[in-house]
């Protein structure tokens, strides 16, 4: 033990630190010592700095368990005690963190449980300089591992699982890599859903309008849904499959298995719907109105479905073992993406003989066969290590099918292909040479789709969200887009097309890319992009534009005019003819040549008038937008992956350009409307989540979590700037946490909350100033003028990189990193470095590091704790 004035601290700068150890310390021996040297000055009886009084904090229960989690944070992130204040050892810090970490999971056991440190934001919480330099001295590291555990499929690749079952994707075509093809995953429609359709490739012709082809596809949502939030999402803990799940997927599983049998003859019922001619009901008449029935929808006999086992047993007369032990064998391995052992065949195959026993064959084979869909390995991919030996550290190594799923899911969402299925069949996935063949085999070829990459950048930039963020009408019609029906949201999901494609692009060359997707001035863009790149016009600019308008439209109008009575005299002029050529065959019924000239000039009169109606509609719409000075964008012809065709001229359209964004006014990513508008709310800017966003996701800095006694509310003031209004975060109280996130958020201010390039809001200059503060990096503290200034600064960062590389070890680890880690990143980013910044590089290094090779089994660390 040692003395400081009058207290008695345990020496535990003097004992070796192992991370991931449990601490074995009561409150009285350890967390009120430390209090009580470096907390009580702020929080005690008569201070109370943020009225929190810490003097009478007693140990960890669940009454207690906000102001524990709230001292964690703080004493985590360095907050507390003060920096001016004399600061505890770094074991001590380190101790303690650790201590109240497991005193929350103990008393909040069996009270819904703690979980706060899971989260991936939290991870943050792990302090950025003892990963990546030098650690001090008494910090034993221990080899590393992840907890052998359970992953829940996520919604992409369950989609993506059934939408094998039913539907032939296009292969790959290297001409026109950016097309939806075989192994990406399903793309959300224009209304943001993720979407499993049935027969929509086969469909002729609908009755009754885009309605009838809304309401009559047979579509069936995703069921297995992960919370639309910001951040990544696919960390085991995260999500289970509760009942009312279960019970969706066993009623789509029949409907799934009827069209895997029958085709679009399971969802109708007329057999004039099965047709070649998309004219047949204009010769057979249904009886009754088809709007909005499936009976609307006319589908071809060619057969676009893949043709399974389960299609030859429904077709065949008579049911044998072979061919429903056939179907059985198929769907597993369809559904788990590995082959079935001869007990789950067994045990499947009787399931489905017993429900054919009870019902008869047509409702028994899919009545049994539906079973499978909820086999465990078809909702989660296990990581149990159940067969294998620990080493002296507790590890178990993945092998076989656990090793080669995990490769598998770590870049795809289709099961094993051929050479890796015969590498698990054949025992050569069992080493880390064996990970970094098939991991170096697959990045080779272009050809296999690796969307879990893609997801990666999702879930990294947030740049997916801006679909789902309602905007008020009149707010959105503020900023010079168009607020009419869906083409706003139509727009950003275009959008987050556009982005992904983008980013494929940069991946294509693996170059620098975290610096080139910051960096970059190339945006794919649409049609309406023209709007959402441009600026939007002062009100100076909206005056001089629409007199410079006014002025060529007069000129013009007096042009038209003077055409359009040229026009109305030459029609004039050719009904005169046709008047006197109808009275000319009056009166010489059997002449043919005026017969012959009144069909010509019938002709060129019905040509005119078509013509001078076109001329009206066209200058009554009118329609260019004022208030925005479009963007020049103009560049090659690219293609963007969008989903299957919906309904109507709604579906989203993958034809784009590469284009590059207005310089001076865009830069890389984080400036395009996409993640803007993601980054906002309906009615303006967010430059708080900007802010929070910039410190966590490029800075590696934690946010503590809002207290719940705070008011998190800008004053409703339309009469003042977003900047204005964020006056109140600068309250003391406040201000601590604002000052690291307000001036990263502040600097987007010279964009709108749609996008759009502004230098004015509400008719004043816009305040694009901020700084970098606190960073972990002394290279990057300091004022920035405006976003552009600060994203450049940030992209030739090395702490950025290695924060980026921290996020990428948590979303392939499906875990946050902890300091028995720090060598694993460490490599992970200089094999980042050492090859151009390449992304291929950093997922192999991860994919073949222990942390994602070793499980360690609850039973071998509870042996090792003890």
Known sequence: MMICAGIVLPALAAETYTPGQPVQASFKDLALPFLEQHCFDCHDNDTQKGGLNLSELTAVDETNAATWKSVWAQIALEEMPPKKKTQPPVIDRLHVSDWIIGELQA??????GFQAHKDPKKANFVDHDLLFGKLPDGIQLTPTSSPARIWRVTPQEHITRLNE???????????????????????????????????????????????????????????????????????????TVNSAEATQILGKAEDILQYMAY??????????????????????????????????IVYSTKVLRPLTPVYDLMKAPDVTDDSLRAAVDYLFEALTFRPPNQAESDSYLQVVKDSIAKVGKED????????????????????????????????????????????????????????????IIEGRMKTRDDVQREVTR???????????????????????????????????????????????????????????????LILQEDKDVLKELLTTQRVVATRADATYFGKQRTQEEQAAAKATKQAADAQQAMEQAKEQEAKLQATKALKAEIAALEAQLKNNPGDQAPQRSLVRQRRLLAAAEKTNDNTKRARKQGG??????????????????????????????????????????????????????????????????????????????????????????????????????????????????????????????????????????????????GEIIASGDPKLDGPVA???????????????????????????????????????????????RDNGGSMKALVTSLLTSDAFLYRKVERAAKAEAQ
């Open 107 to 112: 008393a909040m056991k069996d009270k819904g």
């Open 165 to 239: 079952l039913i539907n032939t994707e296009p292969k790959y075509d290297p001409a026109n890599p950016g097309l939806r093809t075989h192994g990406d995953a399903v793309p959300t429609n224009h209304g943001g859903e993720l979407k499993l359709y049935f027969g929509t490739d086969n469909i002729l012709r609908w009755e009754g309008g885009t309605v009838a082809y809304a309401t009559a596809v047979k579509s069936v949502p995703v069921v297995l849904s992960s919370a639309r939030k910001t951040g990544l999402k696919n960390y085991p803990d995260f999500y």
């Open 263 to 296: 085709g679009p003859l399971s969802l109708v019922g007329m057999k004039e719907q099965i047709t070649d001619d998309p004219k047949t009901y204009d010769k057979v008449k249904p009886p009754g109105d088809l709007r909005g029935l499936p009976t609307a």
């Open 364 to 423: 028994g084979v899919f009545m049994g066969l539906s079973s499978i869909f909820l086999d465990r390995d078809a909702l989660f991919r296990p990581e149990l290590v159940e067969n294998g030996k620990p080493d002296e550290h507790g590890r178990v190594m993945l092998q076989d099918w656990e090793l080669g799923l995990a490769v598998n899911h770590a870049l795809r969402y289709l099961k094993p292909d051929e050479p890796l299925r015969r590498a």
């Open 442 to 504: 697959m990045f080779a070829d272009d050809s296999i789709r690796k969307p879990r990459i893609l997801q990666f950048f999702r879930d990294y930039f947030d740049y997916d969200l801006a679909g789902y963020i309602c905007k008020d009408a009149k707010a959105l019609a503020a900023t010079g887009v168009s607020n009419r029906d869906t083409s706003h949201y139509t727009a950003m999901f275009d959008a987050a097309a556009s982005t992904d494609r983008l980013i494929e």
């Open 624 to 769: 260019e937008n004022m208030d925005v000075a479009p963007a020049p964008l103009e560049g090659p012809a690219t293609l963007a992956r969008v989903s299957r065709p919906s309904f109507g001229s709604g579906s989203l359209k993958p034809e784009r350009i590469l284009a590059t964004a207005p310089e001076g006014q865009r830069l890389g990513i984080l400036t395009h409307p996409a993640w803007l508008v993601s980054q906002s709310d309906a009615m303006d800017n967010h430059a708080i989540h900007r802010g929070i966003w910039i410190r966590e996701r490029l800075l590696g800095g934690g946010i503590p979590d809002v207290p719940i006694t705070v008011d998190a509310q800008l004053p409703a003031e339309p009469e003042n700037t977003l900047r204005d209004r964020m006056r109140v975060t600068k309250a003391d109280y406040c201000w601590t946490c604002h000052q690291k996130m307000d001036p990263l958020g502040l600097p987007f201010e010279m964009y709108n909350h749609a996008g759009l390039f502004r230098t004015t809001e509400l008719g004043k200059p816009v305040n694009t100033t």
């Open 786 to 832: 405006n976003a552009l200034e600060m994203i450049t600064k940030l992209a030739n960062s090395q702490r950025v990189e290695q924060v980026f590389v921290r996020h990428a070890f948590r979303f392939w680890m499906g875990r946050n990193e902890t300091l028995n880690d720090a060598p694993i990143l460490q490599a992970a980013h200089a094999a980042y």
